[in-house]
């Protein structure tokens, strides 16, 4: 298992993102839903860095008011976790995307 992902405590279900319970239990306990983290941001740069808020606050504020942008998230939260596990323990390759995102946080900053 990587560093970002665990099983849900009650159901055993596989979480790419925050600790604690998956979504459908934390519905049944009433809880609200738990805010999904930009995987692979997240790996790259750690769960409570600017970038991660700036790339968070992008998905949030734009990307998901529109049909396309809602598409992109979903296919995104689909390929993006194993990609962040993969990258989460070589310190080469976070460069590398840091190198990547960078133009992209300028863009949507």
């Known amino acids: 298992m990587g ?19 998956c979504n459908s239990c934390r519905e049944k306990m009433g809880v609200e839903p738990a805010s999904s983290g930009c995987f692979i941001a997240t790996a790259c740069y750690g769960l409570d860095s600017n970038e991660v808020q700036i790339f968070r606050n992008w998905r949030d504020t734009c ?8 598409a992109f998230i ?3 939260y689909k390929v993006s976790p194993p990609i962040a596990n993969f990258i989460a323990d ?3 390759l976070k460069k590398v995307v840091r190198g990547c995102l960078y133009p992209i946080k300028e863009i949507v900053s």
């Open 74 to 76: 979903r296919g995104y």
């Open 90 to 92: 070589k310190h080469i």
């Open 3 to 21: 560093e970002l992902e665990h099983d849900c405590p009650m159901c055993g279900k596989r979480i790419y993102h925050h600790k604690g319970a």
């Open 63 to 70: 990307l998901s008011k529109n049909k396309f942008g809602r």
